[in-house]
């Protein structure tokens, strides 16, 4: 999901106009920026792509996170239903916020299993947060029925999916809102940043006044400091050079999509040649972004049979069921109740915690993921490199 292979004149010329300016805060200086506002205008035509009425940029794909569930007003005692494959990060701004995850079975989506999802609502939970995770769609309209049959919010995730699709229509534009991760190694990057879209103008408000702690941002003669406010809030404002990144990154979106669809094709077709292999579920391969390609074999003992002759022909696979970051029995900090905290916040309240997380409770899970490898897709994929994967693919075949 590099974002960083396509970065450069373009971003060059992109951040020198803001040096010219040398006004780097998105708000004010008025006289000084000539009309330059590369955060506004970003968030203005990331609306635009997806099709949202509304975009706000944060700091982060946590940030957007955690901004987008206090703006819906989660938090202590309340649940928030996750997937248990995803980044730590979509946990942690559950934690950060008061409120405590759930987790969800995936399903061959590698995304929310939604008859899990239904089994684990109750009347404590405020929030619903699939990811589509590996750049695909998660069963985002089962999804929302369910969510809309229990009158809860749904957040997309949307942190690998940027430039993703469902049937023509942009991912993290089904829920109440949508998230983005601009960081280092995302489809599109601006090094850090995020971004919280919906078509909730209340929401996005919220969204707005809280990433700046509280301001309103309505026009006064007082300027910034005579804005008034309705709630306290925090500082994740992103700022000017990340804006301008992030429109010349933006531009190039529809592109590295189009690439990494090339790309995958080529190792899919290679793929398909190994005995006993399936493919991850894709709801619209169209809509992919096609940031990573997954394929399944048919037990574990199989998927390490072939990932060794990958790995010894110097194309080894992820296999997640093996990563500490992003599958839950292995976040043993959570698991544990790990914190920096003397009195054991988040896991405990008053003395007593609030929840035991039992590391073989998503038993589908564990066995999808045990048998799953996954490759990341290039958007420049070299002669020598396509070369190294598909001989290492064709005698992963030949076993
Ligand atoms: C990267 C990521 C995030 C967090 O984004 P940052 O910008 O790194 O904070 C959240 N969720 C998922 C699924 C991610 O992959």
Redesign the pocket.
């Known amino acids: 999901m590099p974002g960083f292979e396509v970065f450069g004149e373009e971003e060059k010329r992109q951040a020198l106009e803001v040096f010219d300016t040398g006004v780097l805060f998105r708000y004010e200086f008025g006289e000084q920026r000539n009309g330059v506002y590369k955060v506004r205008e970003f968030e203005q035509a990331f609306a635009q792509y997806t099709g949202a009425a509304h975009a706000q940029a944060v700091t982060?794909?946590?940030?957007a996170?955690k901004v987008a569930l206090s703006a819906l007003g989660v938090g202590l005692g309340d649940e928030v239903i996750t997937q248990g494959f995803?980044?730590v990060?979509?946990w942690e701004a559950i934690l950060d916020v008061g409120a405590v995850p759930i987790f969800t079975e995936i399903d061959h989506t590698l995304n929310m299993d939604p008859l899990d999802l239904e089994k684990k609502i109750t009347s404590k939970t405020r929030a619903i947060i699939p990811?589509h995770?590996l750049g695909a769609q998660a069963r985002i309209k089962e999804i929302k029925e369910i969510a809309d049959k229990y009158g809860v919010p749904v957040i997309e995730?949307t942190?690998?999916a940027a430039g993703a699709r469902l049937n023509g229509q942009h991912l993290g534009t089904f829920g109440r809102c949508g998230t983005f991760?601009?960081?280092a190694v995302?489809t599109m990057t601006t090094g850090?940043?995020?971004m919280v879209i919906s078509n909730d103008e209340e929401l996005w408000r919220n969204c707005s006044e809280y990433h700046d702690h509280g301001h309103d941002h309505v026009v006064n003669p007082g300027g910034r400091g005579g804005e008034g406010r309705r709630f306290i809030g925090f500082n994740y404002r992103m700022m000017e050079l990340q804006g301008a990144i992030g429109l010349a990154q933006l531009a190039k979106l529809d592109m590295i999509v189009r690439e990494q669809q090339k790309n995958k094709a080529i190792l899919k077709e290679a793929a398909a040649k190994i005995a006993g292999v399936s493919f991850r579920k894709i709801l619209d391969e169209q809509g992919d972004s096609a940031t990573f390609l997954a394929f399944m074999l048919p037990d574990k003992e199989q998927a390490a049979k072939v990932n060794q002759v990958l790995r010894e022909n110097n194309a080894g696979a992820i296999n997640f069921g093996e990563n500490t970051w992003h599958f839950y029995p292995s976040w043993e900090h959570l698991l544990e109740g790990k914190t920096l905290c003397k009195n054991s916040w988040p896991f405990t309240v008053q003395g007593k915690r609030r929840v035991i997380y039992d590391p073989q409770a998503l038993p589908a899970s564990s066995e999808l993921m045990n048998r799953t490898l996954v490759y990341q897709v290039p958007v420049k994929l070299s002669e020598s490199r396509r070369d190294t994967l598909l001989t290492a693919l064709n005698k992963a075949a030949a076993l």
């Open positions: 982060s794909g946590s940030a996170l995803t980044f990060a979509t990811v995770m995730d942190a690998q991760s601009f960081d995302k850090e940043g995020g």
